[in-house]
């Protein structure tokens, strides 16, 4: 199955989201940034470039948290086959076509 230009590129842009906002988040921590948070905690504060990189207008802050923390888990499995975290929670959250109403799982 081949995929759509759209995809692709949505993909593309949420991994390049997503890796500057990893980014940014572990430069803040190490520069004695106080949060009282997780990364999601942080990216949230992002929303609205979230929506646009994942083409939804109505994910919440709650959703976005909720699946950030989900991919976070990836992370174990990522560095044991030498993938960059960032690829996987991507894969993962583009996977989901509709975000909005994830909390009611």
């Known amino acids: ?25 572990n430069n803040y921590v190490r520069g004695g940034g106080t949060l009282n948070g997780d990364f999601a905690d942080f990216a949230i504060q992002s929303i609205n470039c979230f929506q646009r990189a994942l083409r939804n207008p109505y994910l919440t802050e709650d959703d976005l948290a909720w699946a950030l923390r989900k991919c976070d888990r990836l992370k ?6 030498g993938v960059p975290w960032v690829i996987l929670a ?9 975000l909005s109403g994830i909390n009611d799982r």
């Not at 991507?90 to 509709?98: D, F, Q, R, T």
Request: proline share 2%.
């Open 1 to 25: 199955m081949i995929e759509s230009h759209t995809s692709v590129q949505k993909y593309s842009r949420l991994e390049k989201l997503l890796a500057e906002t990893d980014e940014a988040y």
């Open 90 to 98: 991507a894969a993962c959250l583009s996977g989901k076509n509709h």
């Open 76 to 81: 174990p499995a990522a560095e044991q086959v």
